[in-house]
């Protein structure tokens, strides 16, 4: 498709549907959307639509595939792969639903949340706390990142274990096809076999399929008891068999199990404020095991004492603590998701998303690293993620004294690296982060040709004008 | 699309593909696949074709999608909707899949089985429990229904509550393409969000996207702890009471929730065999409990007596009984059910598999027992189901004495007016059986056009020869 600067009357039409002040124009306004917390990917758009309600990105969208002109859709920003980011070409729209951000509607008899695309996730969470529920998903960008952006990507985080990731807590969506055609399938049942499942299609669309404008979400009970323990072991082995400990022994109780690796600890304690090793010698490796029962506070205190005394007698368990009071349940868990940021002072980080079967994490584990070592020697693996999904963020920062950019222009060749042992493994070189741009090529790659030719199908019948987020997921 | 009775000379390519052996042309082989267990349709085929690998799946559909030959898919032929049946055109061939039932391997750390789109879902149920696994999906049908049939209608049960529907006991998918292509998606991963959720799109397409010849199923540990109680209640809104009870005090234990009416246990204790009235008085509805844990058995134990003992306290429950063995807990079960093979001698059925929101069922059960006695007094109404789940059998049975062929003529009146309720209450049509032949024009009238227009778009860039089990789910 060729492709050209946006006219200036055209910029106008799209505007006008907006109205002047949610059209942003000016470079400061824009500057901030186009680019992404990485800093991989940098854009440019001649203007920013802000709508106001479902009817107004209709419009958009309809007068976007009569005149052609890309749309990139946005939410909070926080995507990892850059699939919220325009391209270069200078010629992409970017529709950004911050404006829609209200809570349409909560009702805890039938445990539903219904909210706007554009409400922000930790909004949703204090909405369903207020009447005693809970709203189970949780990331670290949950201050800022938006049900909409969190759909796209059918978010995962720390509750998947218990709880599943997106996919799994929606029950119905509005969607604005690239047509302009509304969806209305907010629906908030449980069972309903009634046709191919459009709800999930769209859930990891990416943005590439339509806009989420609304979503029917679903609520939970709020534990009764709740217990968040850290315990230091030797390897990931010994992790991987407290994790089926803990499996056994919990059931759906255990609602949290992620590995941190030392360095992990090391660059938390040193960098991010308030944040103090619990434990009083250094282990290799460590824990972190959140249970959550709805019987009583007891059975969680119950569980979480004969886990780590079990492991201690095994000699899995080499020194552990419970947290006794709430504020203590959060820093453990504070620790584990400022990691990521952790690393930011250490220089560059190359970043991985990727998961094997779980019983093939120790061995990824160990292959990865005399990998990535040999490549790079005094590379910092600093391995972390959620255990109990077979999802590592395998995240390895710079050897000591290295250039940064010098590192990052490595990112490439440590990608292949990683992902051709996480290939041979069965694994999938985006567990939850998904594919936007960063990973489009590869995917395309990696996959059976009638796999990504099956998408193409998809998305040219949705999208006849191939102006929904260009040049994500999948090439065209 | 003009049709024409197959000529014999591709009947015989169509043949060569799987031998003679396993195309069956003689009519007495045929008939038993024409027809559907409710009697509702009867279909004609000149052969059915027993393919023996993913390989013959796939040369099969490619023959067909070159000369325009459309075929039925068909596995344990134990659907609801005549989602399985081929037409009264007589130019469908049907391919059972029934020759390809392998479990083809069992990995009880990974907690993955992969199986044979022809599977049974009993050898399926047995093979994890051979290795001290729970397949939990469990069905009326279970020694006939096979997992391709399971997963092309989404299928759903009696443990739905706890552990979801196929789809969310699915990880990876084998498929042949309406074209013979095939896709390999048999991936063993919780977490894997690398584009469009083709898997999904699969599942519950009712075999008109193509056919599933294979599937990673996931399986979870044995429950430690399982009791199973029957109690009596007086009406649906002290059943709905004693559910969010058990809901709030089991939390992801309770693994079972089904209301019966006293009718149901009439019509059980009257003509299945060795089912008895467990409780000693009759009462207007019943609740069966079914409570699994990983813990201890104590706690199932705890846990079903702290409920029933509340419930009488507070009036819910009139009178209750624990099963005290296997035995007994079996029996409770059976007689839940048989409770449509029971039907069966009392004369016509006209039955519903609808859903609505979960606090909305009081209302429904009342508003629809009202309608449709006004519309034919006498009418035995046996509504029994997922009360957990909202998801009610809505049968009827004719009144005493009535016609049965005259009865069944109102069937689609009956469900208008049933369904119509069902709508206004923002209920599902088809919660769980799926659409087939049964339900597509009622989806095509009561949906938003756009939904049926985006499946449209879909079903023609997957099976561009419109051959995949035509006229099921949507007309073309």
């Not at 909210?115 to 005693?132: F, P, S, T, Y």
């Not at 089926?244 to 919990?250: M, T």
Request: proline share 5%.
């Amino acid at each position: 498709m060729d492709r050209q600067a946006t006219p200036s009357d055209l910029i106008g039409r799209f505007a006008a549907i907006v109205g002047e002040a949610n059209a942003l124009r000016d470079e400061r306004d824009i500057a901030p959307r186009l680019v992404e917390n990485r800093g991989l990917y940098r854009g440019a758009s001649p203007m920013v639509l802000r709508p106001g309600s479902t009817e107004e990105v209709s419009r958009i969208l309809s007068l976007a595939t009569e005149t052609r002109t890309p749309i990139v859709p946005q939410t909070g920003n926080t995507g990892l792969v850059g699939g919220q980011t325009p391209s270069s070409s200078g010629n992409e729209l970017i529709v950004s639903l911050e404006r829609m951000h209200r809570i349409r509607d909560v009702d805890p008899v039938a445990n539903v949340l219904v909210a706007d695309g554009g409400a922000i996730l930790a909004d949703v969470q204090k909405a369903a706390a207020d009447v005693n529920r809970l709203f189970p998903l949780s990331l670290g960008s949950e201050g800022t990142c938006r049900i909409g952006g969190n759909l796209s990507t059918n978010a995962g985080g720390t509750a998947v274990l218990a709880y599943g990731n997106m996919r799994q807590l929606c029950l119905g969506l509005e969607v604005v096809l690239p047509t302009g055609e509304i969806w209305d399938g907010l629906r908030r049942l449980k069972k309903d076999n009634t046709g191919y499942d459009l709800r999930d299609l769209f859930i990891g669309a990416e943005g590439t399929l339509g806009i989420i404008t609304g979503a029917v979400l679903r609520l939970f009970p709020q534990p009764v008891g709740h217990q968040v323990a850290f315990a230091g072991v030797s390897s990931p082995a010994d992790a991987l068999r407290l994790f089926e400990k803990a499996s056994n022994l919990c059931g759906t109780a255990l609602t949290g199990f992620e590995l941190m690796p030392r360095i992990g600890i090391e660059f938390t304690t040193r960098h991010i404020e308030s944040v103090r090793d619990p434990l009083s010698e250094p282990h290799p490796w460590y824990a972190l095991i959140d249970i959550s029962t709805s019987d009583s506070a007891e059975t969680a205190q119950t569980m979480v004492e004969a886990l780590l005394s079990a492991g201690v007698e095994e000699g899995i368990v080499r020194d552990a603590v419970i947290a006794s009071s709430v504020a203590q349940q959060q820093a453990l868990w504070h620790m584990r998701e400022s990691m990521s940021d952790a690393q930011k002072p250490e220089g560059g980080s190359i970043k991985h998303d990727v998961s094997v079967p779980i019983s093939k994490v120790p061995t990824f584990m160990e292959r990865a690293e005399s990998a990535v070592l040999a490549a790079m020697p005094g590379a910092r693996i600093c391995a972390f993620g959620h255990l109990g999904d077979g999802n590592i963020h395998y995240n390895i920062s710079q050897p000591v004294g290295a250039d940064k950019t010098e590192f990052l222009a490595r990112w490439h060749e440590i990608n292949e690296i990683v992902h051709a042992i996480v290939r041979d493994m069965d694994g999938s070189i985006s567990a939850e982060h998904g594919i936007g741009q960063l990973k489009r090529d590869e995917l395309a790659r990696i996959r059976p040709p009638i796999e990504i030719d099956l998408m193409r199908r998809i998305k040219w019948s949705f999208d006849p004008a191939g102006i929904m987020n260009p040049g994500k997921v999948i090439s065209l």
